[in-house]
């Protein structure tokens, strides 16, 4: 069964550093997604991404998140000066209309 | 405001009972809602889904009921296995934007 891939699979940064965390979407899936989840909590929306580029957007992706889509296979999320409240687990998903695939995550540490 | 809730943060069972958790949702323009199952460490697994022209869809051993009129979803979970054990999530969306808004969350325990 296809999957979302995501790398790193857990990383620990230091406050204010940049930090990019990585996603390889199933192959004809057209939409794609990050979501973000702080430790007990829900699952938030960040940004949505089609057509190449930003179809929708939370408030709590603000000017510090920035996502790509480098060569048609691998999504980015870059966060530029993290923060610790960016600590979380985030999450990439990818869909061809509603059938969303969610990655395993990326455990983000800010220190 | 746009808002999906659950009325039970944590539910215990018996290996082998049924499970009902339930979810309510304000956005009366959602039209699509689904189940999802997060294991400790893991991403959201897609469980089952519904279409708000339907009230009730089963799959194996999981059957979803809507009910529109009081904006109320639940999951009903048939034979609860320790396998089972997770937390479970709502989420609906709409036509005007495919992002999914998740509920908070109910943690199933199964006991053996």
């Known amino acids: 069964e296809p999957e979302v891939t995501q790398t790193p699979s857990h990383q620990v940064t230091q406050m204010g550093q940049e930090v990019i965390l990585r996603c390889v979407p199933i192959s004809n899936h057209l939409y794609f997604y990050w979501y973000r989840q702080i430790l007990g909590q829900k699952v938030e929306f960040l940004v949505s991404?089609?057509?190449?580029?930003?179809?929708?957007k939370s408030e709590i992706f603000d000017d510090q998140f920035s996502v790509e889509r480098p060569d048609g296979s691998n999504f980015t999320l870059k966060i530029r000066s993290t923060k610790l409240e960016d600590s979380a687990m985030y999450f990439c998903?990818?869909?061809?209309?509603?059938?969303?695939?969610f990655g395993s995550g990326t455990r983000l540490t800010v220190v | 405001g746009e808002s999906v809730g659950l009325h039970l943060p944590t539910l215990s069972v018996q290996e082998g009972d049924n499970s009902i958790i339930n979810c309510a949702y304000s956005?009366?323009?959602?039209?699509?809602f689904i189940w999802y199952k997060q294991e400790s460490g893991k991403g959201p697994q897609f469980i089952i889904d519904?279409?708000?022209?339907?009230d009730k869809r089963q799959g194996q051993r999981v059957t979803v009921l809507l009910n529109k009129t009081v904006k109320h979803l639940s999951l009903q979970i048939a034979a609860t296995q320790p396998g089972d054990s997770a937390v479970y999530f709502c989420a609906e969306t709409n036509d005007s934007s495919y992002k999914l808004i998740f509920g908070s969350g109910t943690r199933l325990l199964v006991r053996p």
């Open positions: 956005n009366s323009a959602s039209d699509y």
């Open positions: 998903a990818s869909t061809r209309a509603r059938g969303y695939t």
């Open positions: 519904i279409r708000s022209n339907m």
């Open positions: 991404f089609y057509n190449n580029e930003i179809s929708e």
